[in-house]
């Protein structure tokens, strides 16, 4: 199958990217390549893929909000699937800019839901995030939960979602969004709680918590958000569907922090600074209608991945650190 993974340099783009390529599948990536964190991460992700299947997979350099850039990838391409995970993705930064996510995420989203509409494609995967939910009235969050989004970016994701659900609708085009619960695991996106607790750990500074630290988070191990995507090729279940994909139970920020400096070994203790108002305080996801239409069975404990990213960042911090530390 020809498969195009839009923000397929990115962290979750190329896990996907690399996981369809393992399984024989033609894949082409889209991405801006955008500095909003360290491309060289970016780079590094884009140069894993080649070296897994040189003779099917293909980079394009370019930005999803220009039409003709789109339109050609699915021409050249003969895109059959779409993996939509580009973006401007980040709760804070839409606070302080928030032309570019909805730039990025809806005018973007939009040109490429066009381009498959006239493609034909067989499925249109889109990266959606547990940010639609904002204010918790009950947790876990069930799909029926209200979406009343706390940020710019909350808004461009849940946008998404009816741009979706609508092109399902009116042009029989086959969508699907999956919410995605802050996701972590090798290579990850710099700038998040857990590679800056593991990053200042390893150095010997101390964690640097916003707000009390009880605020919580349901947080999705990389490989168990890659197996929902995959699994979306052996069905035709879900169209026009949104559904959660999160983990199995949720951690305080506090209580990750003390797990950090617990496999790190770091001998500080946790700073407190002053809460950030977009953040959601609770995340919670219940997984019920993924395990029912997909068969969604997360397996990875926040502990037990946790643990397996400080491994993986011990391996492999001379080259990752610096980056982090950049971006
Ligand atoms: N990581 C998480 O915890 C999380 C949680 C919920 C939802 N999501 C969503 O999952 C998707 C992937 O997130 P990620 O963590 O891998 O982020 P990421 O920033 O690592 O990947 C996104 C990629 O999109 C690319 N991109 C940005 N603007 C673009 C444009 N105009 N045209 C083409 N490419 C562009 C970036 O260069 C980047 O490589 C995003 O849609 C994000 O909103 C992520």
């Given at each position: 199958?020809?498969?195009?993974?839009?923000?397929?340099?990115?962290?979750?783009?190329?896990?996907?990217?690399?996981?369809?390529?393992?399984?024989?599948?033609?894949?082409?990536?889209?991405?801006?390549?955008?500095?909003?964190?360290?491309?060289?991460?970016?780079?590094?992700?884009?140069?894993?893929?080649?070296?897994?299947?040189?003779?099917?997979?293909?980079?394009?350099?370019?930005?999803?909000?220009?039409?003709?850039?789109?339109?050609?990838?699915?021409?050249?391409?003969?895109?059959?699937?779409?993996?939509?995970?580009?973006?401007?993705?980040?709760?804070?930064?839409?606070?302080?800019?928030?032309?570019?996510?909805?730039?990025?995420?809806?005018?973007?989203?939009?040109?490429?839901?066009?381009?498959?509409?006239?493609?034909?494609?067989?499925?249109?995967?889109?990266?959606?995030?547990?940010?639609?939910?904002?204010?918790?009235?009950?947790?876990?969050?069930?799909?029926?939960?209200?979406?009343?989004?706390?940020?710019?970016?909350?808004?461009?994701?849940?946008?998404?979602?009816?741009?979706?659900?609508?092109?399902?609708?009116?042009?029989?085009?086959?969508?699907?969004?999956?919410?995605?619960?802050?996701?972590?695991?090798?290579?990850?996106?710099?700038?998040?709680?857990?590679?800056?607790?593991?990053?200042?750990?390893?150095?010997?500074?101390?964690?640097?918590?916003?707000g009390d630290g009880q605020q919580t988070?349901?947080?999705?191990?990389?490989?168990?958000?890659?197996?929902?995507?995959?699994?979306?090729?052996?069905?035709?279940?879900?169209?026009?569907?949104?559904?959660?994909?999160?983990?199995?139970?949720?951690?305080?920020?506090?209580?990750?922090?003390?797990?950090?400096?617990?496999?790190?070994?770091?001998?500080?203790?946790?700073?407190?600074?002053?809460?950030?108002?977009?953040?959601?305080?609770?995340?919670?996801?219940?997984?019920?209608?993924?395990?029912?239409?997909?068969?969604?069975?997360?397996?990875?404990?926040?502990?037990?991945?946790?643990?397996?990213?400080?491994?993986?960042?011990?391996?492999?911090?001379?080259?990752?650190?610096?980056?982090?530390?950049?971006?």
């Amino acid at each position: 199958m020809n498969v195009l993974v839009t923000g397929g340099a990115g962290f979750i783009g190329s896990h996907v990217a690399a996981a369809l390529l393992e399984q024989g599948h033609h894949v082409v990536v889209l991405d801006s390549m955008d500095p909003y964190y360290e491309p060289t991460i970016k780079r590094a992700n884009v140069d894993r893929c080649t070296e897994l299947a040189e003779h099917h997979y293909y980079f394009v350099e370019g930005s999803i909000t220009d039409e003709d850039t789109v339109e050609a990838v699915f021409d050249d391409y003969n895109v059959e699937y779409v993996y939509h995970q580009a973006a401007q993705a980040g709760v804070r930064t839409s606070v302080e800019n928030p032309h570019k996510p909805h730039e990025i995420n809806t005018t973007g989203l939009l040109n490429l839901l066009e381009a498959a509409t006239k493609h034909d494609v067989q499925r249109f995967v889109n990266a959606s995030s547990s940010s639609v939910y904002g204010h918790d009235e009950y947790l876990p969050y069930d799909e029926d939960h209200p979406t009343t989004p706390r940020s710019p970016y909350g808004v461009t994701k849940r946008t998404a979602e009816h741009y979706c659900r609508v092109y399902t609708e009116i042009h029989d085009l086959p969508t699907v969004s999956l919410r995605y619960f802050t996701v972590y695991g090798p290579r990850m996106r710099p700038n998040m709680a857990i590679t800056n607790f593991t990053s200042r750990c390893l150095t010997g500074d101390p964690p640097v918590i916003y707000g009390d630290g009880q605020q919580t988070r349901d947080f999705t191990y990389i490989d168990d958000v890659v197996r929902a995507n995959l699994a979306l090729l052996e069905t035709d279940a879900a169209d026009g569907e949104a559904m959660n994909i999160g983990s199995t139970g949720t951690i305080t920020i506090e209580a990750l922090a003390e797990h950090v400096i617990a496999e790190t070994g770091a001998d500080v203790e946790p700073v407190y600074d002053d809460a950030k108002e977009a953040d959601a305080r609770h995340t919670h996801a219940d997984v019920s209608k993924a395990r029912e239409l997909i068969d969604y069975d997360p397996t990875t404990s926040i502990r037990e991945g946790v643990s397996q990213f400080v491994e993986w960042y011990e391996d492999n911090r001379e080259w990752y650190e610096p980056l982090v530390r950049a971006s």
